[in-house]
């Protein structure tokens, strides 16, 4: 079984910073690509941010140069620096991993982290 605990969540005022942290652990042989997503009141869960094994990043239009994805491999976690946050960023936070369990099968799961509250509001 595999883990994920988030961790950074939190009230910040408009222009303010949070970094969310979602740290694996459990039956982890190799960790691919790892996301985050959000989920704002009646919406859809929504990709903001992914980064490769290779370190490959990508973001979504409404948060590229405000966030930054980035991840520690030997500690199997994945962070998300957010800056200059806006009111529209208020949502529940996912982290999401592709883990491979084990080097006797190339399976891949996809795993989900419990949620995080980023809300921001003066």
């Known amino acids: 079984q595999v883990q994920l605990v988030e961790s950074g969540g939190g009230l910040v005022q408009p222009g303010g910073s949070l970094r969310l942290s979602c740290a694996a652990s459990?039956?982890?042989?190799?960790?691919?690509?790892m996301r985050w997503y959000r989920q704002g009141p009646g919406e859809q869960r929504d990709l903001v941010a992914a980064?490769?094994?290779?370190?490959?990043?990508n973001y979504a239009d409404y948060v590229t140069g405000r966030f930054t994805i980035s991840r520690d491999s030997a500690k199997n976690t994945v962070y998300l620096q957010m800056n200059n946050l806006k009111p529209e960023d208020t949502a529940v936070y996912y982290c999401?991993?592709?883990?491979?369990?084990?080097?006797?099968?190339?399976?891949?799961?996809?795993?989900w982290g419990q949620g995080t509250q980023v809300t921001v509001s003066s």
């Open positions: 459990g039956s982890i042989f190799r960790i691919n690509a």
């Open positions: 999401n991993l592709d883990v491979q369990i084990t080097p006797m099968s190339p399976i891949v799961n996809r795993y």
């Open positions: 980064i490769t094994s290779g370190g490959v990043t």
